[in-house]
């Protein structure tokens, strides 16, 4: 048993190696922050630009709106570059197309300038917000840094607004002033957005030659999302799993007036490149009907693709197309050209066919030889036989066949006493043998 001061000594030895030991691991944990100071993510830069604008009538005389750009870039690689722009108060009602036209300077990249465009239809009043629109920047092959000014000396935005039936009406806006007043993004190795965006504009025109729709032509913002198969073997199909979201940043995706007919089909087409992959691929699902000006819902679709060799394949979203038939659609949606995500799939060797079990090689049954049989001859002969004379006697009294008992002893009287003698014998063998045995 341990004294109370033998407990209490123990107890602050405890207490002491303890409060060392949480020292410690705070000391090093404070270096090991000092010395691997957390990677930052990568954001994207903002500047909040205001335009003046004059002509057109039906567009307030000031225009802002914030441009957003990644942080990094990879050498050769791409930035997406986007124009979003604050609720405006319209002047008059809209009601036909418009078209916008959007740029800025660009230092240190491979084009001095950087150009967007939206480009559909429009119905509002009283109030308006312009869609999304995006620039898709180049980087150049070597490390350094891109820099993004709004135009100052010209118009570096219009609005064209075409009312149905009416003249061609254009706001031209100027910069006026910016916070910050750039936007710097570095070009460096493992940079972002060097792999493309999963959101993309597509330009949806309807496939009907001489057809008008309201709706039509539509800018529409769509995410795409790749799902890749985590297995795949040359000369057989891998299974992508193609899902696309309609934004609300861009135009709607909506039926036009024909609508969406029953038996309608969504056709989406990939891209690809290596392991010797076909050019491109494309994959279909049935849609419901939907009623003229009624959004139109995109479902999965699985596109089949068979590369023919190990390696590894590049894949980038592609058109879409809805109707019943990929080549003549009744909506046809194209895809951008730059900006891409990309993304990958490792194609290992096709899967070894089993070796084939070998047949067994019937022996051959040996035919037998025909024998011709030959005919059976047949010859009767007629034998007369001529009766011989014999003595018959009849014996007296009856038939005497034999004189049974009278004769002598029976036969079967031998044969029993035979059987006893031997007996007999067999019995007295046994005793003389016995004698002999119990003598020696």
């Known amino acids: 048993m341990l004294t109370s001061q033998a407990r209490r000594r123990r107890l602050a030895l405890k207490t002491s190696a303890l409060g060392l030991t949480g020292a410690l691991v705070f000391s090093a944990g404070t270096m090991s922050a000092l010395a691997s100071p957390a990677s930052a993510a990568v954001v994207d830069k903002t500047m909040d630009v205001t335009y003046s604008c004059t002509g057109g009538g039906a567009f307030p005389a000031e225009v802002k709106a914030t441009i957003t750009a990644p942080d990094s870039a990879a050498p050769s690689g791409t930035a997406q570059v986007k124009w979003k722009f604050l609720p405006l108060t319209i002047n008059k009602a809209l009601a036909g197309t418009l078209k916008i036209d959007g740029s800025l300077t660009v230092t240190g990249g491979s084009s001095a300038t950087l150009a967007a465009t939206h480009s559909a239809a429009v119905t509002a009043a009283g109030s308006y917000t312009p869609p999304e629109m995006t620039g898709t920047l180049t980087a150049p092959a070597t490390t350094g840094t891109l820099t993004l000014t709004p135009v100052a000396s010209t118009a570096s935005l219009t609005f064209v607004y075409t009312a149905t039936g009416g003249q061609a009406e254009t706001t031209s806006c100027t910069f006026a002033r910016a916070t910050p007043t750039n936007i710097v993004i570095d070009v460096k190795q493992g940079g972002g957005t060097g792999t493309g965006t999963d959101i993309l504009s597509y330009q949806c025109t309807l496939g009907t030659t001489g057809t008008t729709d309201p709706s039509y032509p539509a800018d529409v913002d769509i995410k795409v999302a790749l799902t890749m198969p985590t297995t795949a073997r040359a000369n057989e199909d891998a299974n992508i799993t193609w899902t696309s979201t309609v934004q609300t940043t861009g135009d709607q995706l909506k039926a036009p007036t024909a609508g969406v007919l029953a038996g309608a089909k969504l056709f989406a087409t990939i891209k ?131 004189g049974g008992g009278d004769i002598g002893p029976d036969g079967r009287m031998f044969v029993l006493a035979g059987s006893l003698l031997i007996i007999a014998a067999g019995a007295g063998g046994l005793v003389m043998r016995r004698r002999g045995i119990s003598r020696s």
């Open 272 to 402: 690809a490149s290596g392991a010797g992959a076909p050019a491109t691929a494309t994959g279909e699902v049935g849609l419901s009907a939907t009623t003229a000006g009624n959004p139109i819902s995109l479902l999965p679709v699985t596109v089949k693709l068979k590369p023919t060799t190990t390696g590894t394949v590049t894949v980038t979203p592609g058109d879409l197309a809805i109707g019943t038939s990929a080549t003549s659609p009744a909506i046809k949606c194209t895809a951008p050209t730059s900006g891409l995500k990309t993304y990958t799939l490792t194609v290992s060797a096709a899967t070894a066919s089993p070796s084939p079990t070998p047949t067994p090689t019937p022996t051959p049954t040996p035919t037998p030889t025909k024998t011709t049989p030959r005919p059976t001859r047949t010859k009767t002969e007629i034998v007369t036989v001529s009766p011989t004379k014999r003595a018959s006697k009849t014996p007296k009294a009856g038939a005497d066949t034999g």
